[in-house]
């Protein structure tokens, strides 16, 4: 009896240890949708006579901070930001030493406050206190989006001044400031009351002042005032004269612009040996010279050629025997630069001095002297479209060509007609590109030959024979669009056909209310963008901070035009 007992015993053990072997897998819960939630906050949000250096806010769950230092805003500034921790489900708020008497702070973390299991945030988390007796209650908002092409910046600070002078935005940081959010809105709050200058600015070094070349600026006409968020029938009239409450004011909509740079500078340039130069500027140059230095041409030995915003000169250089050649540069008679440009880079000698006493001179024979080819591309595809002009592009520009060695064949049974056809230079200054029109016919096949020797480039290279077959496309493949434009005011407008990234595909120039016709649009999704072309330059200009000059307004279409195949579409535009 007893050997069954201890044979129970062993038995009982042995099942306990493959019971405890065995792991089962625990399962995840549920997924928290939900973020953290703020449960007390020491002192109180909102609190006033702050005089704690301490502040610690509970929330429901553990947290952790992400990308705090990209995301907190004090507001107004504190002699040094304040100290952020976490313990677990508390933040821990250190405040530093010399606050402002009388003066509402808002701590904003942003999204900054997340939870620690699924990163969700809480967002646009602040705190508020006041050092004085009353916390400030009043609050300006509005949108803010590029000037150019109404987009939105990742990163984008709004920010107000109580001084009134220009210089302000230069010289000193802001009294308040607030981050837009993604969607261009931005939101300042407890504001004192007064009238402020306020900007937008795309900071690039994150020191809250207007002092690099690259970073972009927002400013709005006028000063503004900030509100109160209840309605005037629910304020006390005695209240508002008292403490300078000001009815509700307007949405503040700012347009972020790139200033041109005040000076012209070189930004880069590049040599591509032997006989090519790229120079880039910070802005459009209007009159560029290269003066040599070290040679004296005796004919002309170069040619250039215009970036599409003339911010960058490819220089193409003739009949320099130099290695390497000393230039200076300059824009409307101010020098801008001396430059040193390698053309021949120099080879290395070998090294190896012992094989050299017994090698074998080889009798080479000197190559016979080819004449070098020209590269040019065209437009022409399997399905050319009917009503378009052929396209042939150069990479270095033309010296001289015969247009009589262009041909164009229409195909009809199994032979070739000639047609008609209008050749010419169509880019006479930068002489890169050759339009040939025809009258095409729908459906049809077409064949273009260039014969060879029909263009010389500047280093009296020439192309080989060219010829290519090609399809044109039938009407039905294409929709169109009727565009109803209402504008009344006198300023002229620029009237842009865009696809949906934004290339320009057609411009129209109007004074007043028109209708525009686009006959063949291939099926997609195409805007309408109106520039009001205050200065007829033709094209849109950037705004000026110092002489107070908006950029040119820009108008959208509000909607994305979908165009299909044989389908006609109307849009009505109101400009106001």
């Not at 020191?207 to 400013?219: K, S």
């Not at 129209?508 to 009001?532: E, M, N, Q």
Request: proline residues 5%; contains cysteine.
């Amino acid at each position: 009896m007893k050997h069954n007992i201890q044979i129970y015993i062993l038995l009982l053990i042995s099942t306990i240890a493959v019971s405890c072997a065995t792991m089962i897998q625990p399962s995840g819960g549920p997924v928290d949708t939900t973020p953290p939630v703020p449960k007390l906050y020491k002192p109180a949000n909102g609190s006033m006579n702050m005089h704690k250096k301490r502040v610690e806010i509970y929330f429901d769950e553990f947290i952790i901070l992400d990308k705090l230092s990209q995301q907190l805003v004090v507001s107004p500034q504190m002699p040094e930001d304040p100290k952020v921790n976490i313990n677990g489900k508390k933040l821990i708020i250190d405040l530093p030493d010399s606050l402002r008497p009388n003066t509402t702070y808002t701590i904003f973390f942003g999204d900054a406050v997340v939870n620690f299991k699924e990163n969700l945030p809480v967002h646009n988390f602040s705190y508020v206190f006041s050092t004085g007796k009353i916390v400030d209650s009043l609050k300006i908002k509005g949108k803010v989006v590029n000037a150019f092409d109404h987009t939105n910046y990742k990163e984008l600070y709004v920010m107000l001044y109580k001084s009134t002078t220009d210089s302000a935005i230069y010289k000193h940081k802001p009294y308040y400031l607030c981050k837009a959010e993604k969607d261009g809105h931005f939101y300042l709050n407890n504001l004192a009351a007064g009238k402020y200058q306020i900007f937008a600015l795309k900071d690039e070094n994150r020191n809250y002042i207007y002092d690099q070349p690259n970073e972009e600026i927002a400013f709005f006409d006028s000063l503004v005032v900030p509100y109160y968020e209840e309605p005037l029938d629910k304020i006390n009239k005695d209240s508002i004269m008292s403490k300078n409450i000001t009815p509700k004011y307007p949405d503040i909509n700012l347009f972020v612009f790139k200033e041109t740079p005040k000076e012209l500078k070189l930004i880069s340039n590049k040599t591509y040996p032997p006989n090519r130069a790229l120079f880039v500027f910070n802005k459009a140059v209007s009159d560029f010279k290269i003066k040599p230095l070290n040679f004296a041409p005796d004919t002309i030995w170069h040619k250039e050629v215009y970036g599409i915003n003339r911010d960058s000169v490819t220089t193409f250089l003739m009949s320099i025997k130099k290695d390497t050649i000393n230039v200076l540069l300059s824009d409307s008679d101010k020098n801008l630069d001396t430059l040193e440009m390698v053309l021949v880079k120099k080879k290395r000698k070998s090294s190896n001095r012992r094989n050299r006493r017994n090698q074998v001179v080889k009798q080479v024979k000197p190559k016979a002297k080819t004449i070098p080819k020209i590269s040019l591309t065209t437009n022409l595809s399997a399905n050319f479209h009917f009503f378009s002009s052929i396209e042939v592009k150069f990479k270095v520009p033309l010296r001289n060509y015969n247009l009589n060695k262009i041909e164009l064949y229409k195909s009809k049974d199994t032979s070739w007609i000639p047609i008609k056809h209008k050749s010419y230079l169509s880019d006479s200054i930068n002489r890169l590109s050759i339009n040939i029109d025809a009258n095409f016919s729908e459906r049809e096949k077409y064949k273009l030959l260039i014969r060879d020797s029909c263009f010389f480039d500047i280093y009296y290279a020439t192309n080989d024979t060219f010829q290519k077959e090609f399809f044109t496309t039938e009407m039905r493949q294409y929709g169109s669009l009727k565009l109803d434009i209402n504008y009344d005011n006198k300023d002229r407008l620029i009237i842009q056909l865009l696809n949906k990234k934004e290339k320009i595909l057609r411009e129209d120039i109007i004074d007043s209310s028109s209708v525009i016709i686009y006959p063949y649009l291939t099926d997609g999704k195409y805007k309408i963008k109106a520039i009001v072309d205050k200065n007829y330059n033709g094209k849109w200009d950037t705004g000026d901070l110092d002489n107070k000059t908006q950029p040119e307004q820009i108008f959208y279409v509000p909607k994305v035009i979908d165009i299909r195949a044989n389908w006609d579409t109307e849009q009505i535009w109101h400009i106001e």
